[in-house]
């Protein structure tokens, strides 16, 4: 009887390379990577007595490969998600310091009536950078991470900057690393600014744009309407070279708007903008009427934009897709501008709250979020750990239950093999290019 199995966990992105069909593995779990010939692999499922006494047999058992036979591994996933959960290696938040913007962006995920919302108030924000210390202090993390959210934060500006300043101290006397993030409209960015946060610790600006200025300026005008873009690519060239600035570039899958992100590229060398990448995601549906259905759509548009991106000399993302909920994390914070703490920063003001800063975690409510109802096709799910259920608030649009699951399966594992057959011809190129062996007992 086999003492062994090949764990459920495993994504086989195979593929030929110079006329040899390899197995190239990604464990979700483990996040170990795994290429061998294919012929190897198959005396792996075939239980190859001799195979058992080479270095490849305890090599796949150490990395989560092969599992003791009769395993029960949904009770281990739920063993690693538990411990995932409590993970306070590094705490991190995002914080909502406005819920007011001065755009009016055909897909915004706050409804139209709260555009027009309220700032944090400095004594919310004080009560907040209280709490988040005593927080850290407790937990004692190796490092410290936010994102600066709103609505449009700099229209908080003083706030966010004194924020960020009392964060940073509480670090440094913790002698513990921190950084933080802003994502912005762009509107509102000038040197003094940018350089009174990277005094505070800035890391990176992300700018949220949707193409070149008239695709821009038709989904994201400003409110009451006219142009913004060449107002944001003026703010960018002024601070260029300052942070690394990241574009959030959004598209419609179902509109032809991004074949036009050349262009956009090509605005940014014409001023002389250094940007340091371009992220792209979907413009989702919202809980709202609107047009925007198609979400992902066809990925080959997704896989055409990214290689522009690359083609333009941007860094490709190398990393394996995640679709985790960061409500899953206990070590991490949504803080609202009422001092509301929230599992995820597009819901609406307050809603779902688990917590407060004044009266601290409810703890009932913050064990609730993790107790998501998969359904028994999840249970031997090659992704369930890449996945963890999904998005949470997709699954309250589509089905009413905020802790249920919804199923990006057909997206997540194209992508996911992508990465991996990439990174598998990376590697035996490497191994090509330096001479080295690759030989199975």
């Known amino acids: 009887m086999p003492t062994h199995k090949i764990s459920c966990h495993i994504l086989d992105g195979s593929f030929t390379y ?97 555009r027009r919302g309220f700032h944090m108030s400095a004594e919310t924000a004080r009560l907040m950078d209280r709490f988040h210390a005593a927080f850290i202090e407790e937990k004692r993390p190796l490092a410290a991470r936010d994102a600066f959210l709103g609505g449009e934060p700099f229209l908080n500006y003083a706030v966010m900057r004194d924020s960020a300043r009392r964060r940073l101290a509480c670090c440094q006397a913790q002698g513990i690393p921190y950084r933080f993030s802003v994502t912005t409209n762009g509107k509102h960015l000038n040197v003094a600014r940018i350089d009174a946060l990277l005094a505070c610790g800035l890391e990176t600006l992300h700018v949220s744009l949707a193409g070149p200025a008239e695709v821009h300026d038709r989904l994201r005008p400003s409110l009451g309407g006219g142009p913004n873009y060449h107002k944001v690519l003026g703010n960018l060239a002024a601070i260029s070279g300052r942070v690394p600035v990241i574009i959030e570039y959004q598209y419609d899958a179902a509109a032809e708007d991004y074949r036009r992100i050349g262009e956009m590229i090509a ?86 709250a688990y917590g407060h800063v004044t009266t601290g975690i409810d703890y009932v409510a913050e064990t609730q979020l993790l107790e998501r109802r998969f359904p028994e096709e999840c249970r031997t799910c090659a992704l369930l750990p890449t996945c963890m259920g999904g998005c949470r608030l997709r699954a309250d649009m589509e089905n009413g239950d905020f802790n249920g699951v919804i199923c990006n399966r057909d997206h997540l594992e194209t992508e996911l093999k992508r990465y991996m057959r990439q990174k598998a011809k990376d590697e035996l190129e490497r191994r090509d290019a330096c001479g080295e062996l690759f030989a199975i007992g």
């Open 18 to 114: 110079r006329g040899v069909e390899y197995a190239t593995l990604h464990h979700t779990l483990t996040k170990a990577d795994c290429i061998l010939p294919r012929s190897a692999w198959k005396r792996v499922a075939d239980n190859d007595p001799d195979l058992k006494q080479t270095v490849l047999w305890p090599t796949l058992k150490a990395q989560g490969f092969l599992v003791p036979a009769g395993t029960d591994e949904f009770q281990l996933f739920l063993e690693w998600r538990n411990d995932h959960a409590r993970n306070y290696g590094e705490v991190k938040s995002r914080v909502l310091y406005t819920r007011v913007c001065d755009n009016d962006c055909a897909y915004c995920s706050l409804m139209p009536h709260l």
């Open 267 to 352: 605005d940014f060398g014409k001023r002389d903008i250094e940007i340091a990448g371009i992220e792209v995601t979907p413009i989702l549906p919202r809980r709202q009427d609107n047009r925007f259905t198609a979400g992902f759509g066809d990925l080959t548009i997704l896989h055409w934009i990214n290689a522009v991106i690359e083609d333009a000399g941007f860094p490709a993302d190398r990393s394996a897709p995640l679709f985790a909920c960061i409500a899953d994390q206990k070590a991490y914070h949504v803080y609202d501008v009422d001092g509301s703490i929230i599992p995820c920063p597009s819901l609406q003001l307050g809603e779902r």
